[in-house]
């Protein structure tokens, strides 16, 4: 596939990465941590020398029990204070440590490329999942046990597809006196306003469940997933201050210094968890909701460090089985929703005569009857875009409308985080951008001025906080860049 020749090169800069870094010296001196966690209050100029090697990690040697991960908004009064009392200790841990609250964070920072001595970066591909997995579970055993509480403490998922706002503990008080509060945080947000109404919505997740290969879920060697744009960039976005640097949430370099953080990331390892769940249904073809198997996945090792403040490593094919390697699990509905089977490759075509000059779908006459037809059954559709590039200065959550005279229906979002500041100006990794089609595909394919697709920065009206939902008609639009992408496929579902 055309998107794997792409990941090539980015897969080798990430192996140079880490090469440099498995070299790389592990200071050791109080002293030289201090200076550092001192200098660590800002990345990128500040970031941990990185831990390197260390003790692998071996299957079936955490033989804690197996327990449930909860919504924060379900934890019992005894379990809330136990979080709130496991980031008081983490927040108030010395500067020599190696597991403060700083030092953890700028370990995301390093880990995606934030710093300046981190040329490699575990967002925008394959890495995204299984690295954020093991490092929630590092997190995980760090805030355990700095409450005495190894074997059951579990960090708690935000759920925003039921709970709109921050949950409220993470919220109130508002001040430095509550462990999981954090002062940069989106006014509308932080005020107790909702998330805009359509990120991070069931209905999303529904649109993720359709897809059945991870490639397009959950990324390649060089394109990230559907998933890490939407929701998980557009959650991070509208979390964070809603301008330059967009602190703490809405940046890379500066995210994981939010509590939130970690139940936000709970829940995409609960989505993934919740996908592979998927693969037990019957009359799917054999490699449907299942991680990849190459080597080149199941290979990847990060260093961390552990509750003890020891360099462990950790590959990605140690945590997938997060119930028997990791010890916990999730519970929530299994909702089945058809997979969907049915494939044409379209091409996006730029551009048509002014006014309305934005790409649109190019197909066949044979696909664009069978589309149609579909169409008429009410099919679930969706544009499936691989390998989409997205203009470095492009920061944000942008919304994917079908344009269509002065008819405008709204697609899907695009949520693009900002790395730290000195990535500012650089490429952003390839995106899979997926979008719901379903009632749009009629227009997208008409064969007198089809619809066209426009990305557009997304209207105030639609912030977070704002009880704004849909378009108005003739509201002035800023469009942001050009949608393009190296594969582009309508799904549907068999009928
Ligand atoms: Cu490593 Cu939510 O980002």
Not at 14 to 19: I, M, S
Not at 180 to 202: C, E, K
Not at 251 to 273: E, M, Q, T, V
Not at 280 to 301: I, Q
């Amino acid at each position: 596939m055309k998107h794997d020749d792409r990941g090539g090169p980015s897969r080798r800069r990430f192996l140079k990465g880490a090469a440099a870094l498995a070299g790389g010296s592990v200071f050791a001196g109080s002293n030289i941590f201090s200076s550092i966690n001192a200098l660590a209050q800002d990345p990128p100029s500040g970031c941990p020398t990185p831990p390197s090697g260390g003790t692998h990690f071996v299957p079936g040697s955490d033989t804690r029990p197996i327990v449930l991960r909860k919504s924060a908004s379900s934890l019992t009064p005894a379990e809330l204070t136990k979080l709130q009392n496991a980031y008081t200790a983490l927040r108030g841990l010395p500067a020599s440590d190696k597991r403060t609250w700083v030092l953890q964070a700028d370990m995301h920072a390093l880990f995606c490329d934030s710093c300046n001595n981190s040329p490699f970066d575990i967002h925008g591909s394959w890495n995204f999942f299984p690295w954020h997995r093991a490092y929630l579970y590092y997190y995980e055993r760090i805030l355990g046990s700095l409450v005495g509480d190894l074997n059951n403490f579990r960090i708690p998922y935000w759920d925003w597809e039921n709970i709109r706002t921050l949950p409220t503990e993470y919220r109130t008080p508002g001040s430095s006196s509550n462990s999981l509060w954090d002062g940069t945080r989106n006014s509308g947000m932080a005020g107790g306003g909702n998330l805009p109404v359509s990120d991070g919505t069931t209905s999303r997740i529904n649109t993720l469940n359709m897809l059945t290969d991870f490639a397009s879920f959950g990324g390649t060697s060089g394109v990230g997933g559907a998933l890490e744009n939407n929701p998980h960039g557009t959650i991070h976005m509208d979390v964070g201050q809603s301008s330059p640097p967009w602190h703490d949430m809405g940046n890379l370099g500066y995210a994981a210094r939010d509590p939130l953080f970690f139940a936000h990331h709970c829940n995409i390892d609960k989505l993934w968890s919740g996908w592979n769940d998927l693969a037990s249904g019957s009359g799917l073809p054999p490699n449907a909701y299942k991680n990849p198997t190459d080597a080149g996945f199941l290979n990847l090792r990060w260093s961390f460090y552990d509750e003890n403040q020891q360099v462990v490593s950790i590959s990605a094919a140690d945590v997938l089985d997060h119930r028997t390697n990791l010890r916990y699990i999730y519970k929530y509905p299994i909702f089945r929703i058809p997979p969907l089977q049915l494939i044409w490759i379209c091409k996006l075509i730029c551009c048509l005569p002014d006014p309305d000059p934005g790409p649109f779908l190019e197909v066949s006459e044979k696909v664009r009857e069978e589309v149609l037809t579909a169409v008429r059954r009410q099919a679930n559709m969706l544009l499936v875009l691989q390998g989409v590039p997205v203009p470095p200065n492009a920061t944000g959550v942008f919304e994917v409308l079908a344009v269509r005279g002065e008819r405008r229906m709204q697609l899907g979002e695009i949520g693009i985080v900002p790395h730290g500041e000195n990535r500012q100006g650089k490429q952003h990794g390839l995106q899979t951008v997926v979008l719901d089609i379903t009632k749009a595909a009629g227009e997208l394919l008409a064969k007198d001025k089809p619809a066209t697709l426009r990305v557009v920065r997304r209207p105030a009206e639609q912030k977070p906080g704002i009880a704004g939902e849909i378009l108005r008609p003739g509201q002035k639009l800023e469009y942001a860049f050009e949608l393009k992408a190296e594969r582009a496929e309508i799904r549907a579902e068999k009928r």
